[in-house]
């Protein structure tokens, strides 16, 4: 697979507070997809992003699908103890047919 | 929300048992995905099908083998289970077009 750079790898933030992460390849690629992952459970998808410079809102996150193809980032805005999780971003091109390329996830502690 | 299922959720065997862990999704969706992810880490994928009586080998080398007899059916076989394939076992699938995927809950295998 080709591999995606995911920062930071962990944050401990306060309720209240915003979150930003992101995600950086050297491979350029056609669709970035932004999951959750509870204890547990499987990933759900938050976000998918389709088109280059394409930025996406679902509640309070937003994502971005970078210009040049190659990075995307998550904003999560006035965060609450539910938000808690690993956020994963993936990313997809021709090169790896229909699989995705999954980052290392970045892991959200909220305190109430 | 995506309908994709998994069984058992848990499973707990000896070591030389062989095991089936299904999966099953009722969207219509061609292509079906096999992922192991260990607690915390990223997902890496073992197997994929892109339709019924196609399936191939991920980037992570398994020693499972999976069967695509129906669309909707993704079943994953260990012959004969060992320690080294304790982990959680995700499915996923997507459909025409788009590449996104969808995830079931997961099934946590511990191989004593």
């Known amino acids: 697979g080709q591999q995606l750079n995911q920062s930071p790898q962990s944050m401990f933030i306060q309720e209240g507070e915003d979150v930003s992460m992101n995600c950086t390849s050297s491979s350029i690629f056609n669709t970035w997809l932004w999951y959750k992952q509870e204890p547990g459970e499987g990933p759900v998808l938050l976000i998918a992003?389709?088109?280059?410079?394409e930025l996406t809102s679902n509640g309070r996150l937003t994502a971005q699908f970078g210009i040049t193809r190659k990075d995307s980032f998550l904003n999560i805005s006035a965060s609450i103890p539910s938000d808690v999780g690993i956020y994963f971003c993936a990313a997809q091109n021709s090169n790896s047919g229909y699989a995705l390329n999954f980052g290392k996830g970045t892991s959200l502690l909220v305190t109430p | 929300e995506a309908d994709i299922y998994q069984t058992p959720r848990y499973l707990v065997i000896g070591t030389g048992k062989k095991i089936t862990l299904e999966c099953s999704q009722t969207m219509g969706h061609d292509k079906m995905y096999w992922y192991q992810q260990d607690p915390g880490m990223e997902l890496h994928l073992i197997h994929y099908?892109?339709?019924?009586?196609?399936?191939e080998k991920g980037d992570l080398s398994s020693e499972s083998t999976v069967s695509r007899i129906r669309t909707e059916h993704f079943p994953l076989t260990l012959e004969s289970a060992r320690p080294s394939h304790t982990s959680q076992y995700l499915c996923a699938s997507s459909g025409a077009g788009l590449e996104t995927q969808y995830f079931g809950p997961g099934t946590r295998l511990l191989v004593l």
């Open positions: 099908s892109y339709g019924v009586n196609s399936t």
């Open positions: 992003l389709y088109k280059a410079g």
